[in-house]
């Protein structure tokens, strides 16, 4: 898949919901007028309106994107952790769905929720972020390469594995400040801290080890004019990995943003 495909795949997802929350209303009305349902009516269909109106007009903009476009994008290289430069961006999903293009515009990889059941389409964000999660960074191929894995509760911890199960370290939210910024530390399997995180918001920052080794950045609203000509979202964030970089620590770096972004959504 294609930048192109995926605002057409995001146009046409936002236009299912936009429809299914819209019959959802109506079916309400319905049921007010017929008597089989009581209470309030608009209290009962405004919060479907509303959500379908937003859909609409997601469906609406990704339609216009896809449509400016340029198709059948090639690339030389399709290697998710061999990337020094990954634009990223959200599918619509009940929990994550966090997709890795190159500055190509084809899609190199992705994190996924591997539990995608229909009925968590349903919860309400507040429910679904206090359920444990466990989710999957796949190549472009299908080829699971690390898990991350989430415990109960609302603070943003998370155990990174190898694709054989092996654990490459876990992050842990410092609970009595984060509700002011996100901090925290990324510990290796053995406990030793290793990445300090501080940061004050989450539109750019940077992750340095506690030697201060840099390791990789993330930025929002920057962009070489360039690839504005395949990605028409001038705030898509891009995760720059330092030339020095191993995979153990790319592996921990996508397990973080699994942790902090959870429940984005473009």
């Given at each position: ?26 079916l ?13 009516i ?14 609409y ?24 952790l ?6 990223i ?49 796949f ?11 989430s ?18 370290g876990?992050?842990?939210?410092n ?22 995180i ?7 920052f940077?992750?340095?080890?506690m ?10 609203g920057?962009?070489p ?12 964030p ?10 153990e ?18």
């Amino acid at each position: 898949m294609d930048i192109q495909k995926y605002y057409e795949k995001t146009a046409k997802i936002s236009f299912y919901a936009a429809m299914i929350s819209l019959i959802i209303a109506i079916l309400f009305v319905v049921l007010h007028l017929s008597g089989r349902m009581a209470g309030n009516i608009l209290w009962l269909t405004l919060p479907f309106i509303i959500l379908s109106l937003n859909y609409y007009i997601r469906f609406r903009l990704y339609e216009k994107r896809m449509n400016e476009t340029p198709i059948n994008v090639q690339s030389e290289s399709m290697q998710l952790l061999d990337t020094e430069h990954l634009l990223i961006a959200f599918l619509p999903a009940p929990s994550l769905r966090m997709q890795f293009f190159n500055k190509d515009g084809a899609v190199v990889g992705e994190i996924r929720d591997q539990d995608m059941s229909w009925y968590k389409w349903l919860l309400p964000n507040a429910v679904s972020m206090l359920m444990p999660k466990r989710y999957g960074l796949f190549d472009c191929f299908g080829n699971r390469l690390a898990q991350f894995q989430s415990g109960v509760g609302l603070w943003s911890n998370m155990i990174v594995k190898d694709h054989e199960g092996n654990e490459l370290g876990r992050y842990k939210e410092n609970r009595k400040k984060a509700f002011v910024k996100t901090t925290g530390m990324i510990s290796k399997p053995d406990g030793t801290d290793w990445i300090p995180i501080k940061i004050g918001g989450l539109n750019s920052f940077q992750l340095d080890e506690m030697n201060g080794k840099k390791l990789a950045s993330f930025q929002t609203g920057w962009m070489p004019r360039e690839w504005g000509k395949l990605f028409k979202n001038p705030n898509m964030p891009i995760l720059t990995f330092h030339e020095k970089t191993d995979l153990e620590v790319k592996l921990v770096t996508l397990g973080f943003l699994s942790a902090i972004f959870h429940h984005v959504s473009n």
